[in-house]
């Protein structure tokens, strides 16, 4: 093939191109650490690095979703343990009574047992980031109403809330719930912590019927019946507590395995969308040996011709 | 009988032949950077010869015909070359603004790990923040920023809607100026055409230079729109696009126009009512990339909003708000264009229908429903989720980017071949014009010392 004056300077050019484009984009590689940016650098790698990508953002708001049930969790705890701390009280007032204590001592222990309720009515109403914990799903309403009669004294407590609570995925598809109902008398579902048909809890009635049974000196029913009642009441608590343990053990564990699993994903991401780094420097350098040897080559041909050796 | 005097024409003729070759040789130099120029060669032949008795007497030389090396067959491939790339430069520029245009460039580097700017990290900022309210229903705040990032989204949406359709404008302007341009360079070669038959008649050459030029336009021609040469014997060339006769000899028959078929952009020969059938060149990739990948991509775009659209609002209709309205849209608007969300939620988020049952500020099962709306298979969106909806187009657009980009990297090595080879014929070589223009100077050199021997020896015979 004939070579003319400027095939020369055209390959020269093309060359040139060639190589500024292969530095270019090798250098933004090792400047941005990644190998695909745009879809078209690696089409399929992209679309895969997108779904992981939209997997990790999933995973990332369940870890917040987690937090925030951790969180009721935790104050449901509390509140089941003042609960717990009321009830061993009573219990204690409904074992420790018996027919040789004078009415006025029961008095005593009637009025103790009153401000037990007061107390536990005021735990059952408690709120957390402004929404009533114990309400099932009416959060913003009290969910515990009490009647009193004319001596100030709770003669009866009445339940507003739902007997079911709110819940929310800490996993695809994975629904937990970290509230508990204040009141359960469907039979079914969610079981109630104040009180629920299931266990046969019922604290505020309990409680009342300690208060009146201690101020009448009915003793023999505290013994016969309410100290059973308020035995059967601390179980449910009981068995709630174990639920919220079993339940932050959980809450735990996804938060444990979501991070595991959010550092493989990043590390899949990596695989497909990260550079390697020795090997984009490699290759770099490489480049910019083709594009000395190009000047020097080119400098040297171009610059010779028929006309260096006429006189 | 030839006397000295013929000797000395001999000579002069001989002297007037080398100049003019040293002339054509200096053309070639003066133009070796010149773009499209063929290299000339000066014919030369020997005269007519005397008849004598020891037989024909030769006369020296002359000077024929200054003829263009070139070569009729790579000047038609260059053309065909440069429809073709002409053709996938309009396709790879559209697509690639398509791709910017869509914001979805992976940054692994941000606060926020894996990140785009896009409509799919709209999506999934949108969900998360449906989870939100969904974990914390009667919250506010939450119910705030969940639809803020929703109005974010719908942004996106609009965004993208709008860069598509100035993609779109642009395209359309591309085509209209390209349109302009094909017609300029018709009426320039229909020009060229005249210029070259009238100095053509009046000699017994070629019009080289200006068959240069006419071939640079054909050239240009070619990358805006694919046409058929077709050479007169008078040495015009005739051009028709798709059949139909646009440069005939000397006039510009028809020229192409630009016009509106049913609210699209389209191109045809003057005076006829459908569009032109193009094969090539870039106005051809133009409209192309346009009714084809650019179309289709619009239509992902449309199809995606208009089935988050009305999933999330079939879900939302059913909710109860802090108030205990039910039956509000959530989003306002059928397609990418106009997609917003519904501007009452945005001026009171107590309007968030987040609650299945009216009157439960901490029920969430319609908020989650939501939220549970971003793993949800959908037939309309051939059984992808959202986001997998909108990590296939990305991924298609980038296919057909990765594809453009190589076939066209493809098409420029052919192309640089085509060239090489029109170079290897045509092209000027600085290395051997000054070996001819030795030889040249070398024959000068010996035609004038012919001339001073035969002064010399007409000197002795009048000194006799």
Known sequence: MRVTSNNFSENLITNFHAIARRQLTLQDQIATGQRIKDASDDPFAAHQVLQLRDDMAANTQYQKNIGVHQEFATVTHGLMRNLQKVLDRAQEIATTVDDLDSPESLKDYAGEVNELLNHAVHLANAQHRGEYVLAGMSTDTKPFTTTENASKQVTAVSFTGTNNTAESEIGAGVLVSSRVPGENRGGSGEGGLIADTQTGADIFAHLIALRDQLASGDVATIHSTTRAQLQADEDNVLSHMAQNGALQARLESSLAANKDENQSLDKEISNRADVDLPEAIIKLNQQQTNYQAALQSASSVMNMSLLTFLR | MAGLFDTLNLGSRSLSTYRKAIDVTGHNLANVNTEGYTRQRLQIGTTTTD????????????????????????????????????????????????????????????????????????????????????????????????????????????????????????????????????????????????????????????????????????????????????????????????????????????????????????????????????????????????????????????????????????????????????????????????????????????????????????????AQAIASLSETKHAALNGLSFSGKQAQSIASLGQDVASARSELADQQTISQFVRDQRDSVSGVSIDEEMTNLIMFQNAFQASAKLISMTDEMLATIIEM
Do not use: W
């Open chain 2, 51 to 366: 008849g004598g008795p020891f037989g024909p007497l030769g006369n020296g030389s002359d000077a024929v015909q200054i003829t263009r090396l070139y070569s009729q067959a790579t000047a038609k491939q260059l053309q065909t070359e440069a429809s073709i790339q002409g053709s996938l430069d309009a396709k790879h520029d559209a697509l690639q603004q398509a791709l910017v245009f869509l914001q979805e460039s992976i940054d692994r580097n941000g606060a926020n790990g894996t990140t785009t700017k896009g409509l799919s990290q709209g999506l999934s900022d949108f969900f998360a923040a449906a989870q939100n309210v969904a974990t914390n229903p009667g919250s506010i705040e939450h119910r705030q920023v969940f639809l803020q990032k929703a109005q974010e989204l719908a942004t996106k949406f609009n965004t993208t809607d709008s860069r598509l359709d100035s993609l779109n404008e642009g395209i359309n302007e591309r085509i209209s100026s390209e349109v302009t341009e094909a017609n300029g360079l018709l009426n320039e070669i229909a020009k060229l055409n005249e210029s070259i038959v009238g100095e053509e008649a009046l000699s017994t050459g070629f019009a080289n230079d200006l068959r240069d030029t006419r071939q640079l336009k054909m050239e240009a021609l070619a990358k805006l729109v694919k046409f058929e040469a077709a050479e007169q014997e008078n040495g015009a060339i005739n051009i028709s696009v798709a059949g139909n006769l646009l440069v005939d000899g000397r006039e510009v028959a028809n020229s192409l126009e630009t016009f509106d078929d049913s609210g699209s952009l389209q191109v045809r020969v003057a005076g006829q009512s459908a569009a032109a059938g193009l094969t090539g060149g870039s106005i051809y990739g133009s409209i192309n990339v346009r009714d084809g990948e650019l179309a289709n991509l619009r239509g992902q775009v449309d199809l995606l909003a208009s089935t988050f659209i009305s999933e999330v609002n079939a879900v939302h209709r059913t909710g109860f708000s802090l108030d205990n309205t039910t039956g509000a849209d959530f989003f306002t608007g059928t397609t990418a264009g106009d997609i917003s969300v519904n501007a009452a939620l945005l001026g009171n988020p107590r309007l968030l229908q987040a609650s299945g049952v009216a009157g439960q500020a901490g029920n969430n099962t319609v």
